[in-house]
């Protein structure tokens, strides 16, 4: 058999061959295709949820610890949310007689200097409806200092409860908490909106873009039922919505939302 | 012949449908394993959420635990600043591990750590910890006198009042404090008072008067009004006439305590034995007879009159909002009393009635009486998450 006669592809072995290998090529390509679009969107679901959970996360943390009876809520709107913030949180451990300093037992972070701060203030120990709450900011503070049993104290000075306190108002085992004034809500950053918390100086954002009322607040007292008295809620429901910049299988843009009611503690 | 060179077997022609394959199977390995990590990863990321939730509420829980639990000889013990630590399990969720702090002797506080040990060394560990103030309520009990009370009192037949501090028998052990004599009976009007017969009034002094006795001095003690004191009551029995009122026990010495057992108030005429050491506050809702004798100690609070109608003995205190009447031979009272008497009807100790005042059972009462030393939290800004206070800037 000379060379010329050996059995070779024919046109048409070659066109299935090609069309065959065109259809697998096509199938990979299309589950890649899929496979892509559905991680895209799972990772974008994903993210989504994640930042509302961390939002959600925040919140929890501050506004289980409002006090409704001393009206930590600010201000309040459907869409904004004003509220004195718990942060450094202490002891006293003893009041000179003098009204300075007061000795706070370390619970965490210290104080610093600047902080605003409330602070039990008993007044008649065998009364409990004489109980107030005095605030002040703190102007000094020393970190040297133990309370009994050595555990590590501050000595810090808040001038306006000097008298107060001169007068034998606190007594050991008072809570002290520093607290800072914030605003949770929707802010529009960059042509975007965002939840976010505004302090005096910064507005930080905690999860967006956001679509139109991404945020939602609705107020309610110790019953349940809705509020626009800032004295009397006792729970609030949050709802974040948001909206991503990966569009789902019929082209619509992935939406996500969370509700969730937060009860007052304090 | 033909030259080998040129010719080529068919086993050696090159297909390409292996390598298609091969590749086809590890694309597909790889889209399945990018599936399988996504999922697992969101499956942990779900599991490590839910654990945050669950360790805070397992906080909570065991923070409301301890202070349901609150033992008041373990907390008055420790020195101020002083504080004692235990670990509760909670099944196979987790744990808490509870640290109460004594500041001074009436505020507390306690701090809850708990740790999630279920899901194994991958999934476990989530942790919370939350702190709590609270303040043992100052329930301010002191009667005065044997008897306190207004109106018109007479003490008759061969009734006695004796003001002078007693220590009942078989109290000695627990009755180490100073005795503290006071009046057999103070009255906001001591002309009213007054005996018929072979009556006796005795004490230091025998009457004395205090015009500031009022209404509250019967429903105001220290940060209790009456109806928060009625609804920290452990036994309720209603109104209308009891009999016998007895100490009841199992064979192997268990006190058989509590809202089942209405007619067992504890054994103050036995103190080591199995209900010696049972100190119920008793709640009446109106008119309370007692008859056919009986025994009973701690605190009793009656809103309406209490009549006392022979070999009734009660060890610590009485608080009566109308008034107090005995007959018969018998009643004994070790304690104080305190008997509103709004009305200003007339009242009568008679028969063979004997109240004699003893500092050592009302302090026994109220040291004793479980739901007085109960923690509350502050009214306002008691509680702390300490965990978001390290998370939040």
Redesign the interface.
């Known amino acids: 058999?000379?060379?010329t006669d050996?059995p070779g592809f024919t046109i048409i072995e070659l066109l299935i061959?090609a069309v065959l290998?065109a259809f697998?090529v096509g199938v990979?390509y299309q589950?890649?295709l899929t496979?892509q679009r559905t991680?895209t969107m799972?990772n974008a679901k994903?993210q989504s949820q994640?930042d509302i959970?961390a939002s959600m996360?925040?919140l929890?943390?501050?506004l289980?610890?409002l006090?409704m009876?001393?009206a930590d809520i600010l201000a309040m709107t459907p869409n904004r949310l004003t509220i004195r913030?718990?942060?450094?949180?202490g002891?006293v451990?003893s009041v000179n007689s003098s009204g300075s300093p007061l000795r706070v037992?370390q619970?965490?972070?210290w104080f610093e200097v600047g902080d605003s701060v409330?602070v039990?203030a008993e007044n008649d120990?065998?009364?409990?409806l004489d109980?107030t709450?005095l605030s002040g900011v703190l102007t000094v503070v020393d970190t040297t200092d133990t309370?009994?049993?050595g555990?590590p104290a501050q000595l810090v000075t808040v001038p306006a409860l000097v008298t107060a306190l001169a007068a034998d108002t606190v007594?050991?085992?008072?809570?002290m908490?520093a607290y800072t004034t914030y605003v949770y809500g929707m802010f529009a950053l960059s042509g975007q909106n965002f939840f976010a918390r505004q302090s005096s100086s910064t507005i930080d954002p905690l999860v967006g873009p956001l679509p139109e009322a991404g945020v939602r607040f609705v107020y309610l007292d110790s019953l349940g039922v809705v509020t626009t008295n800032r004295a009397a809620v006792a729970q609030i429901e949050v709802t974040i919505r948001t909206v991503s910049e990966v569009r789902n299988d019929v082209g619509e843009l992935l939406r996500d939302s969370l509700t969730t009611r937060i009860h007052l503690?304090? | 012949m033909?030259p080998e060179t040129?010719?080529?077997r068919k086993s050696d022609e090159g297909g390409?449908a292996l390598p298609?394959a091969v590749f086809?199977l590890v694309?597909?390995g790889i889209?399945v394993t990018?599936?399988f990590f996504?999922a697992r990863q969101?499956g942990r990321?779900g599991i490590a959420?839910r654990n945050?939730g669950f360790a805070l509420y397992l906080a909570e829980q065991g923070m409301d635990d301890a202070i349901a639990n609150w033992s008041p000889s373990t907390v008055t013990a420790l020195?101020?600043?002083?504080s004692v630590t235990s670990t509760v399990t909670y099944g196979a969720l987790g744990e808490v591990e509870i640290e109460i702090t004594k500041?001074?002797n009436?505020?507390?506080?306690v701090d809850a750590t708990s740790t999630i040990t279920e899901g194994g060394a991958v999934l476990s560990g989530a942790t919370h910890r939350v702190?709590q103030?609270v303040?043992v309520?100052?329930v301010?009990i002191d009667p005065p006198a044997a008897l306190t009370t207004r109106g018109p009192t007479t003490v008759k037949g061969t009734a006695e009042v004796h003001g002078a501090d007693a220590i009942p028998t078989g109290w000695g052990p627990v009755c180490t404090g100073p005795l503290e004599d006071k009046p057999g009976i103070m009255s906001d009007d001591s002309s009213q008072v007054g005996t018929v017969g072979q009556g006796t009034i005795d004490g230091s002094p025998d009457v004395d008067e205090d015009a500031t006795i009022a209404d509250s001095t019967f429903t105001q003690f220290?940060?209790l009004d009456w109806e928060e004191l009625t609804q920290l009551a452990t036994l309720h029995v209603g109104s209308g006439t009891l009999n016998q009122i007895e100490p009841d026990s199992t064979v192997s010495g268990d006190c058989l305590n509590g809202e089942a057992y209405p007619l067992n108030w504890g054994n103050p005429e036995n103190p080591g034995a199995a209900c010696g050491d049972y100190f119920p506050i008793i709640h009446a809702s109106g008119l309370l007879r007692l008859q056919s004798g009986g025994v009973g100690q701690g605190i009793l609070l009656v809103d309406g009159d209490l009549d006392l109608r022979g070999s009734f003995t009660f060890y610590g205190i009485i608080i009566v909002q109308g008034n107090l009447g005995t007959q018969g031979n018998g009643n004994k009272i070790f304690g104080g009393v305190l008997a509103s008497n709004a009305d200003f009807d007339s009242q009568s100790v008679t028969g063979g009635s004997v109240v004699t005042n003893s500092t050592c059972t009302v302090t026994q009462a109220l040291v004793n009486s479980f739901a007085l030393a109960m923690p509350r939290p502050?009214?306002?800004?008691?509680?702390?998450?300490?965990?978001?206070?390290?998370?939040?800037e």
């Open positions: 058999m000379s060379p050996r061959v290998g697998v990979i589950v890649l496979n991680y799972q994903t994640q959970r996360n925040v929890f943390g501050e289980r610890e006090s009876r001393e913030a718990g942060r450094t949180f002891l451990c037992k619970m965490g972070r409330f039990l120990t065998l009364r409990v109980d709450i309370c009994p049993g555990n007594h050991p085992g008072a809570p908490r503690r304090n | 033909e040129n010719m080529m390409f298609v086809a694309i597909i889209l990018n599936g996504i969101e990321v959420t945050a020195p101020d600043w002083g500041m001074t009436r505020i507390y506080f702190g103030v303040r309520m100052n301010d220290g940060d502050l009214d306002s800004r008691s509680w702390v998450d300490l965990t978001a206070l390290e998370s939040n």
